[in-house]
């Protein structure tokens, strides 16, 4: 079975399959044919030059409408095609989890046991099988090529700043995001001016917070870390702020029940907000 992709199990996981990874068939079959026209654009284009250095014909318009075929038109043809082709498959998760790296980050997505706010999403049929790209890309006017940018950098890093011989373990200590998750990639989809969204109180309580990247939608207390996984202890009990700055109490500052009076039961409480 192919890691995260194939379906089934493995290692006694279960993996969603690749029905619901490559949900749009449509579209995968639109970028096999466009690979097939780049390399038949780059083909043709490569025998147009090589006859003419070989036969070095005199350069009537015959000729030069050829040249313009075999220098112009197919070898743009074949670039634009490829581009598009390349640019997509980068949206896919199986594309972010093709660096050794990125293998935990990878499989949990891909677990369907795993209940951490990536794999949530991972399931998600609309988007799950570009879950990476789209919950970590960058939003607005040039967000693509911003993304994309950024991208570029994680290749520079992976190949000429170590990360490619590191192991597992030293990579989950130093891999970490460029700047702080900004709520804006998750309210993309989850808008809070729904009545669903303002009617959670510590949503609207927590609103300007929020706004501000004060408070990360992604963290303890709130959703949960997207992998958990990845996070120290000392991050897992990071209290969780509240209006006006202040720190909630962390889970270990709070008595357990069995500290607590036998004639006064801790109760409960309520659930936390979704």
């Known amino acids: 079975m192919e890691r995260g992709g194939g379906g089934g199990s493995a290692g006694g996981r279960e993996y969603l399959p690749r029905a619901v990874l490559f949900h749009d068939t449509s579209r995968n079959v639109e970028q096999h044919w ?98 990476c790209y789209v919950c970590h890309a960058d939003y607005g006017m040039y967000g693509y090529v911003l993304t994309k940018a950024g991208g570029m950098r994680h290749v520079y890093e992976y190949y000429f700043k170590g990360y490619r011989e590191m192991s ?32 959670v ?25 997207a992998h958990p996984f990845s996070k120290t202890e000392e991050q897992k009990r990071k209290p969780k702020p509240t209006p006006g700055g202040q720190a909630a109490p962390s889970a270990s500052a709070i008595p357990s029940a069995s500290a607590l009076p036998s004639a006064a039961p801790a109760s409960s409480g309520p659930e936390p907000a979704p």
Request: a neutral charge; proline letters at 4%; aromatic letters at 8%.
């Open 34 to 131: 466009l690979g097939i026209v780049a390399l038949g654009c780059a083909g043709i284009a490569a025998v147009i030059l090589v006859v003419y250095l070989l036969k070095r014909p005199v350069l009537d318009l015959r000729v030069k409408l050829w040249l313009l075929l075999g220098l112009g038109v197919f070898p743009g043809i074949a670039g634009a095609s490829s581009t598009f082709v390349g640019m997509e498959a980068t949206t896919h998760r199986e594309f972010c989890g093709s660096c050794h790296v990125m293998i935990p980050h990878f499989d949990d997505a891909a677990a369907l046991d795993s209940q951490s706010l990536g794999a949530r999403h991972s399931r998600n049929p609309y988007f799950g099988g570009k879950s």
């Open 201 to 225: 109180p510590d949503h609207e309580s927590l609103k300007k917070e929020l706004d501000e990247n004060v408070v990360s939608c992604a963290s303890a207390g709130c959703h949960g870390f």
């Open 168 to 199: 597992l373990a030293e990579a989950k200590d130093k891999i970490h995001l460029q700047k702080p998750y900004d709520n804006l990639n998750c309210r993309q989809c989850h808008t809070s001016t729904l009545h669903d969204w303002r009617r």
